[in-house]
Structure formats: structure tokens, C-alpha cells
């Protein structure tokens, strides 16, 4: 949970700047900062995929994983979601600012990845990177939405929060190739969203997600594969 409370914290930090202190911040300024996590994420993500592993295990789970994800449509049903926020960002009020942020902050594969490593791994660095880039937006949110932005933190608490303590429960249940062969899937997942958050491609990561649960099934039910 500790990623969460950090995610949660950067949210209302945010919403207090924009609403009351940083009303004119400059645009050039929280681009550069983004660019700025988005490096971070693409570190995290690198220090995540040389985890020792097996390469064949990764390259099939991201693979058959992505085919799921494909025929699934994850990427297109959170973009249709997504689009609320658009309609959500024409109008006033606190309840509406409150979802609209909500929105921003939860609609997206790193909530879900990052709530899962922090709930199994113990390990909070996607979450953290998440919290800078949540803290910017509602920064920006704010100075134009208002203090209703901060609300949303509580969608947060509950989301992620959610995801992380499902995720501690499978905690023992898992080897610890299994538990490597998810880290290693999950940096090429961060690694993706680096490169998308620096517009030098244009990935549906949401769509490679069955690859965090394809890869430790592997491991587990084929074990001869992650040697």
C-alpha cells in the first residue's frame, strides 16, 4: 500500500498548488518535468527486464499475451473510457472534477501494473514514477477545475489500494522464477509506456497486460522453460 498512500499524497499535493498556488504555471515547465519521469520510467523499466530470467518465457507471454489483449480490446475499452474525461473536462463542479481526475489517474496500464508489483513485489518504483506524473496533472487539473480535483484521491486509495492487497494474497503462491519472470514482463511493460510517454512510439500497452499474469503461469506450469 505504501506506493498507493504516495500516489494518493502526490494527488492532493497537486490539487493544492493548482488550485490555490500555481494557477499560471507555465506549460514548457511541467513538459519538461514530464519528460524528466518519463526517463525515470524508462530506467525502471530497464533495471526491471534484466531481472534474471528466461527470455523464452518473456517472449511468449508478451506475445500470446498481446494476442489476448488484442482480442480482448483492453486498450480500446479504457480509450472509450477515457473519452468521459474529455466530455467530463467541458463542465464545472466539484463532483465533475473529481471525475474527471479519477478518471486521468486510475484509466490506465500503469495503475494496474504498478498496484500489482507494489501488492506482490514489495516493490513501489512504478508507483512512485506514477505519483510524480499524477501530482503534475493535478496540478494542472486544478488551476482550471478547481479543489474538487483532490476527491479523486479517494477513487485512488480504493483502486489501486484494491489491486495491491488482491495482489499480496497470491504473494506465497508464487516461486521465485515466477516472481522474476513477472518483474522482467512488467519492465518491458514499463518500458513501453516510457517510450510513449516520450511520443517515440505508440504502443497499446494496455493490450500487452495478460502478459503480467501469462508469464508466472508459465514459469510455474512449465518450469524446464525458465532454466
Known amino acids: 500500500m505504501t506506493g498507493t498512500l504516495v500516489n494518493v499524497a ?3 499535493v497537486g490539487t493544492i498548488l493548482g488550485s490555490l498556488i500555481l494557477r499560471g504555471m507555465a506549460g514548457r515547465l511541467i513538459g519538461t518535468v514530464t519528460a524528466g519521469v518519463a526517463l525515470a520510467v ?3 523499466g530497464v533495471h ?4 534474471p530470467h528466461s ?3 518473456t ?3 508478451l506475445a500470446v499475451g498481446g494476442g489476448f489483449g488484442e482480442m480482448l480490446d483492453i486498450d480500446g475499452r479504457l480509450e472509450r473510457l477515457a473519452s468521459l474525461v474529455r466530455v467530463g473536462a467541458s463542465a464545472g463542479g466539484a463532483g465533475r472534477a473529481a471525475l474527471t481526475a479519477a478518471l486521468i489517474f486510475c484509466v490506465g496500464p500503469m495503475a494496474v501494473l504498478g498496484a500489482i508489483q507494489g501488492g506482490l513485489l514489495g ?3 512504478t508507483l512512485y514514477a506514477k505519483s510524480m506524473l499524477d501530482g503534475i496533472t493535478a496540478t494542472v487539473l486544478a488551476s482550471t477545475l478547481g479543489p474538487g480535483v483532490g ?3 479517494l477513487v485512488v486509495l480504493v483502486y489501486q489500494g484494491g489491486i495491491a492487497l488482491s495482489a499480496a494474497t497470491l504473494s506465497g503462491l508464487l516461486t521465485e522464477s515466477a516472481v522474476a519472470h513477472l518483474t522482467a514482463a512488467g519492465g518491458a511493460l514499463i518500458i513501453a509506456l516510457g517510450m510513449n510517454m516520450l511520443e517515440v512510439a505508440d504502443i497499446r ?3 500487452l497486460l495478460p502478459a503480467i499474469a501469462l508469464a508466472p503461469l508459465l514459469a510455474l506450469v512449465f518450469p524446464g522453460l525458465g532454466n
Do not use: E, F, R, Y
Not at 48 to 51: E, F, H, I
Open 10 to 12: 502526490a494527488v492532493l
Open 42 to 44: 524508462l530506467v525502471i
Open 48 to 51: 526491471s527486464a534484466l531481472t
Open 55 to 57: 527470455p523464452l518465457i
Open 59 to 61: 517472449i511468449i507471454s
Open 123 to 125: 516493490d513501489h518504483s
Open 151 to 153: 476527491l479523486s484521491a
Open 205 to 207: 500497452v494496455a493490450n
